[in-house]
């Protein structure tokens, strides 16, 4: 049972079955998944969600799934009300969605509970991704616990945590040699041959819905009313336009008023082809090849870029980029105040809303909430050279308090 209705062209507004495609025959544009929310509306209340489990799929409802699902055991993540960080930036109503807690620790379960639980209605044997690392881990651990084949396919050079964080789930891993926009290409050669479910290729409709619930979630947990300012981290572009669309569901099923969210959209300076065209007020985003420390976003030619910035512009929102210095001060300015340890990724968030802060794009009148999307422990490569070394001592008390003592003179 789904109140999905269609796929639906975001160019020429086609109409298609809910099948396993991401792209329009007739016009080349991407389709997405429509819904009847008249039957959501009069079947889905505040109350029914409140008293579901403690996971993404109390808002099953707004999602294209059937009753069969595959849950590795997510359950709806903390929003951190940041009080340290805020004083730091100079916002008092600042929260931290902290998506680093979730099973494979980024928040890629979210889209593949969604696109694998429908590989299984379409009755895929094998299901398949090409992944800058967080999304290969999750459809590793997805496929696993769904008794499906996988292929992961990854740009050689990723992160030792991202690589050991996908094989131990037994996937077959294949590295290729070149940056994600190629290992892409190479995916969409393959799907046209293979009968195999590319959660984020022929998948992708259902996929990008997951992400949805990142929307729904701050919404309840800030007591039913959208933010004020989000900043999201973009790859392709597909995260940040389905919050946008997720919040504006809730607002059209009645459970939240007018969503006066402004967007704004984070992406590291060396991989930052949307960020590029906003400021150059096109409307056409220009490849670039990816060189910066935030791998997990580095996609030089964003699928979803061009309705990123309808978005920044529907929202009046706006959008900045974040070299890898301030990245790795902002990893460790989040870690320092909030106890959390993000990726790279949530580098880019905080630099970028250090900045926006700063600029006074972002101001105290409403919640500002930063997403977090993955957890520091899998690019532990991008900090390691900037933190302080450990105090090594002999085991015994004089030794400890001689360099106790060493370091207060130095300090
Ligand atoms: C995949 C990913 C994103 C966003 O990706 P989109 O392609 O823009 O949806 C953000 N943060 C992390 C850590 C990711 O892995
Ligand atoms: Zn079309």
């Not at 996971?55 to 929003?79: A, C, F, N, Q």
């Not at 930036?89 to 980024?106: A, Q």
């Not at 819905?209 to 990142?214: D, F, P, Q």
Request: charged fraction near 20%.
């Amino acid at each position: 049972m789904t109140y999905a209705r269609a796929l639906r062209c975001r160019r020429c507004g086609r109409e298609y079955p809910l099948e396993a495609f991401s792209i329009c025959d007739f016009c080349f544009g991407p389709v997405e998944v429509v819904y009847d929310y008249e039957a959501i509306a009069a079947n889905m209340t505040k109350d029914t969600v409140v008293a579901a489990p403690w996971t993404m799929w109390r808002y099953k409802d707004l999602l294209p799934v059937g009753d069969k699902v595959i849950d590795i055991g997510s359950t709806v993540t903390p929003l951190v009300k940041a009080d340290n960080l805020g004083r730091r930036l100079g916002l008092k109503d600042l929260y931290v969605k902290n998506d680093c807690v979730n099973p494979t620790n980024s928040f890629k379960d979210r889209v593949v509970a969604v696109a694998v639980s429908r590989a299984l209605d379409f009755g895929f044997d094998t299901v398949a991704c090409a992944s800058t690392g967080n999304l290969a881990n999750s459809v590793a651990a997805h496929a696993a616990k769904a008794g499906l084949k996988a292929f992961v396919f990854i740009p050689a050079d990723l992160e030792q945590g991202k690589v050991v964080g996908t094989a131990i789930y037994g996937p077959n891993v294949v590295t290729v040699k070149g940056n994600y926009d190629e290992v892409n290409r190479l995916c969409s050669e393959i799907a046209e041959n293979y009968n195999w479910g590319f959660v984020n290729i022929n998948l992708r409709p259902y996929y990008s819905e997951g992400s949805k619930t990142l929307a729904y979630e701050v919404a309840e947990q800030l007591g039913w009313r959208a933010p004020a300012y989000a900043v999201v981290p973009a790859a392709s572009g597909s995260l940040y336009t389905k919050i946008w669309k997720g919040l504006g569901e809730l607002h059209k099923i009645g459970f939240i008023g007018n969503v006066g969210t402004r967007m704004f959209l984070a992406q590291a300076a060396g991989c930052s082809p949307i960020v590029d065209a906003y400021k150059s007020g096109s409307t056409q985003v220009r490849p670039v090849k990816p060189n910066t420390i935030a791998k997990s976003i580095a996609i030089g030619n964003p699928a979803d870029g061009f309705y990123a910035l309808k978005v920044i512009k529907e929202s009046n929102g706006g959008a900045w980029a974040a070299p890898d210095p301030e990245i790795i001060d902002a990893i460790k300015l989040l870690a320092e105040t909030e106890g959390i340890f993000a990726e790279t990724a949530g580098g880019v968030v905080i630099a970028c809303l250090k900045r926006l802060a700063e600029a006074g794009a972002i101001r105290d009148d409403g919640p500002t909430v930063a997403y977090i999307t993955g957890n520091g422990l899998k690019t532990q490569e991008a900090v390691l050279g900037a933190l302080t070394p450990p105090t090594l001592v002999e085991p015994s008390f004089n030794s400890f308090e001689a360099a106790l003592n060493g370091k207060g003179r130095q300090g």
